[in-house]
């Protein structure tokens, strides 16, 4: 519980000012309900009895109590109703009520207004830290997690956090005031009955311990159905090409129903240990109530309290109770909170299995040979790069080639650094790329991905993502060099067109023509390019080609193809198998050597031919 609010801390600390304000005035709230019992027990006195024979009671109170009663009685005065025609003086009288009600209520208002700033601040910082930590963690984690688990723990968990911050804190403050200052007036007042009408509160406490076992766990597995949930939405919503194609509706709506279906159970049983507590909690209010009356029959009637006494009895019983219901749900709602706070501090606490270096070399990839030397490669499993042993020449243009699965694009992973090898090095200018910071990597690398990512945003916004802040006039000449201007200009809007979500309104050859448009702007020195030109057609292609020819000059380029005829004039031609390096050499010197790139040539060139 401390270990809980010890995390959260860092978070409510920025905002602790008001939060301070809002909890005091929350237990002002609560104080101010016991002084409601008293002004209503007072008027009640006044109008009926016409006099307050508050010393009467001060005088009657239990001899260890003298001390304190006889100074109070010293202090305060014997106040005596005015007279009946005297409409001012009992206006006033009867006003204390509505007066100290709008006091109560304007407390609880400010508590509550406070405390859910307070939170609402918080959880925001939270949710931007985590956002901020998931963009950071390198690929391996999100190999692992799936989209509906982080959307999950950014959104619903934070959500049941602010619930705590917001509300329940307030409630742990006003609550047990609002108890303590009815309960410790009544018991001033009539010490006896306080005791027997309380004499049930502690059996309260066992529905809570019943049903709240099993709260955490299970608001834990509803939070992880949720998860399930979202991930199937997204899923299903952004492959609905293939749902329809395939004719899946029925399935994924079968799936969707299963796993709605799993979390009613743990639903309800957080809604079961929520109200059982609650209604037995009002159950014992009422049996307080009866044991009152029960032992004021058992009285001698010239002991019995007055109806004045009685009256603002039951007033603070029903007041005391709401507070004491709260208090059940407190504590349901901190399990909750805990279960969410559990998802959500174990993602920040996520460590980086590409960790940044404490001391960032500066690096310099331009003109810069880059070194592969022993690497080992692995996602997790089966090794997937072995024994790589690669020297690329500043300047020089690789091209990768090899069957599919083969580690051509988990080799320019590597390169940019989204994994660590598990052996052996990469190094650029001789400076390892564990000792550069990834920024600073990935600045001076330009890449056209095997699967091009576009965001829900026009065309023009998309290419400025290869170097924000460049003029349009470049991004306009980027994307003429990547020969997409005239689709463009076709696209109502132009380079203002939004395209979609993952660029969905463009055909494929569109899509990587931006993102080619994309690493010209970026303009870096190394240049990674993996099937870069496959989505074209062969005029459209050759057309890229020449341009992509001409932005691959004094950088060095490292080609990932399946059609060769987009590498033959490679300097190197790096053919790989089976995560091992092959053959290696330029294309006349591997197109007769009667290996696995020949056969790769003759098998391309002859079936065309
Ligand atoms: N994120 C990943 N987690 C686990 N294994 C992976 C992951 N990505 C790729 N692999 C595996 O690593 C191997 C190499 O994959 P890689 O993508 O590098 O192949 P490739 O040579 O680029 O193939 P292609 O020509 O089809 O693009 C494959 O066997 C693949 O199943
Ligand atoms: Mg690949």
């Not at 331009?366 to 020297?391: C, H, M, R, S, W």
């Not at 020449?393 to 090899?402: E, H, P, S, T, Y």
């Not at 091992?580 to 007769?592: F, M």
């Amino acid at each position: 519980m401390i270990a809980f609010f010890r995390k959260l801390w860092p978070f409510v600390h920025p905002y602790r000012a008001r939060l301070l304000i809002g909890l005091v005035c929350g237990a002002l709230f609560g104080v101010t309900n016991g002084m409601l019992i008293g002004a209503v027990r007072a008027v009640f006195e006044l109008v009926f009895n016409h006099k307050l024979t508050l010393h009467a009671k001060l005088e009657n109170a239990p001899a260890w109590a003298h001390p304190l009663s006889h100074r109070l009685a010293a202090v305060v005065p014997d106040i005596t109703a005015p007279a009946d025609n005297d409409v001012l003086g009992w206006v006033l009288i009867v006003s204390i009520i509505p007066g100290i009600m709008i006091f109560r209520n304007t407390m609880s208002y400010c508590s509550a207004y406070l405390t859910n700033w307070a939170a609402m601040h918080a959880v925001t910082d939270i949710r931007i830290k985590l956002f901020g930590h998931l963009q950071n963690l390198s690929l391996g984690f999100f190999n692992k997690t799936t989209t509906g688990d982080m959307i999950g723990r950014i959104t619903s968990d934070t959500q049941v956090l602010y619930m705590i911050v917001g509300s329940s804190l307030a409630a742990m403050v006003t609550a047990p005031l609002t108890i303590l200052a009815i309960v410790g007036y009544q018991f001033a007042v009539q010490p006896t009955l306080t005791l027997v009408s309380i004499i049930v509160f502690p059996v309260c406490v066992v529905p809570i311990i019943i049903y709240g076992r099993k709260v955490r766990k299970s608001a834990r597995a509803v939070q992880g159905h949720n998860a399930e949930l979202t991930n199937l939405m997204q899923e299903s919503f952004t492959g609905t090409r293939v749902i329809k194609a395939y004719n899946l509706e029925a399935t994924v709506t079968e799936q969707f129903r299963i796993t709605t279906k799993k979390t009613v159970g743990q639903m309800m049983r957080v809604i079961r240990a929520n109200e059982i507590p609650s209604q037995f909690t009002e159950f014992f209010a009422a049996l307080g109530i009866a044991l009152v009356f029960l032992y004021i029959l058992h009285l001698p009637p010239d002991h019995r309290p007055g109806t004045d006494d009685c009256m603002a009895f039951i007033l603070g019983i029903v007041i005391i109770y709401p507070a004491v219901k709260q208090i059940t749900r407190l504590h349901n709602q901190i399990l909750q909170a805990r279960a969410a706070s559990e998802r959500v501090f174990e993602l920040l606490a996520m460590k980086n299995s590409v960790p940044e270096p404490v001391e960032p070399k500066m690096l310099h990839a331009d003109k810069a040979d880059i070194v592969i030397e022993k690497l080992d490669f692995d996602y997790g499993d089966k090794p997937v790069l072995q024994n790589i042993n690669l020297t690329i020449k500043a300047g020089q243009l690789v091209a990768l080639v090899g069957s599919t699965g083969s580690g051509k694009t988990t080799l320019a992973n590597l390169l940019l650094r989204f994994y660590d090898p598990t052996r052996g090095s990469i190094k650029i200018g001789g400076v390892d790329l564990r000792e550069v910071s990834s920024r600073d990597l990935r600045n001076q690398i330009a890449v056209v991905a095997q699967e091009n990512i576009l965001f829900n945003d026009t065309i023009r916004r998309n290419i400025e993502l290869g170097r924000l802040g460049a003029t349009d006039a470049e991004i306009e000449a980027a994307a003429k060099h990547a020969h997409a201007t005239e689709f463009i200009a076709r696209k109502p809007g132009g380079f203002d067109c939004v395209i979609g979500e993952k660029g969905v309104t463009l055909s494929g050859g569109q899509r990587q023509r931006l993102a080619i448009a994309r690493a010209v702007l970026r303009n870096a020195p190394i240049l990674v390019l993996d099937e870069a030109t496959s989505a074209l057609d062969t005029e459209s292609e050759r057309a890229v080609q020449t341009a992509l020819d001409e932005l691959m000059k004094d950088r060095t380029t490292i080609c990932i193809a399946h059609r060769l005829s987009t590498i033959l004039h490679a300097d190197v031609i790096v053919v790989l198998k089976e995560g091992r390096i092959v053959e290696q050499g330029t294309h006349a010197e591997l197109s007769t050597r009667g290996g696995v790139y020949q056969k790769l040539y003759d098998l391309q060139f002859h079936s065309k031919s």
